[in-house]
């Protein structure tokens, strides 16, 4: 079975451009979350959804935003890349917001 | 705010070693504790844990829960060399769906 798939797999933009990462959930998991993990610390919560309708959003800029198409996948978006932009995105999917989340091998982002 | 705490930040050994990684946690609304090893880039799962003093044990890898005094343990009996990874800790609670607040990391390295 397909785990969680993201893409691309690395991603090189330059400081005020604009950014869309895409995620494929497990089959059969409907919600997604994205997570932001730069380099030496740990992943950091930024948004979840369930059934296309955000279900929660952590501490970070309007800047982020995302959405979930009725296939369940999902895409996050960063406008006006910063220099502190530049981590690993990590896409999370489980079966219901109640059920372990499995992680996706991530887009690696780096902004100059 | 919503808190998770690993140690030691890094760990190196020997093969046949036992080693024993630290979680402490301060979480609003907590559900469950998580552990995931990294070695990469996607996380992969081992543990969930929701009761306390109840091990889970996967192979040479076992955890365990304290709800009273907020912590975790995650132990490796007769580490190998593909040991080597990050480990996370990750804590499902807070006001947001079931979003996972994560810890630093414990880095361990294997040596043969």
């Known amino acids: 079975d397909a785990g969680v798939t993201q893409s691309p797999t690395h991603l090189i933009k330059t400081r005020g451009q604009h950014v869309t990462l895409r995620c494929s959930p497990i089959?059969?998991?409907?919600?997604v979350s994205w997570y932001q993990q730069v380099l030496g610390q740990g992943p950091q919560f930024i948004f979840q959804y369930y059934e296309k309708e955000e279900r929660g959003r952590g501490n970070f800029p309007d800047r982020f935003s995302a959405r979930q198409f009725p296939n369940y996948s999902s895409e996050l978006n960063v406008n006006a890349l910063l220099l502190g932009d530049s981590a690993l995105y990590l896409c999370?999917?489980?079966?219901?917001?109640?059920?372990?989340?499995?992680f996706g091998p991530g887009t690696r982002l780096t902004v100059l | 705010e919503d808190k998770v705490v690993q140690s030691p930040l890094s760990l190196v050994v020997h093969e046949g070693d036992t080693v024993t990684l630290n979680c402490s946690y301060e979480v609003t609304n907590f559900r469950s504790l998580l552990w995931y090893k990294q070695e990469k880039k996607a996380p992969t799962f081992l543990f969930m844990l929701?009761?306390?003093?109840i091990e889970k044990k996967s192979g040479r890898l076992s955890s365990i829960l304290d709800k009273k005094e907020l912590f975790s343990i995650l132990n490796i009996t007769a580490t190998q060399t593909g040991d080597s990874a990050i480990y996370l800790c990750?804590?499902?609670?807070?006001?947001?769906?079931?979003?996972?607040?994560f810890g630093g990391g414990t880095r361990l390295m294997v040596k043969p």
């Open positions: 089959s059969g998991h409907k919600s």
């Open positions: 990750a804590v499902e609670g807070g006001n947001a769906g079931n979003m996972l607040t």
């Open positions: 999370a999917s489980s079966l219901s917001t109640l059920d372990t989340q499995y």
């Open positions: 929701t009761s306390s003093g």
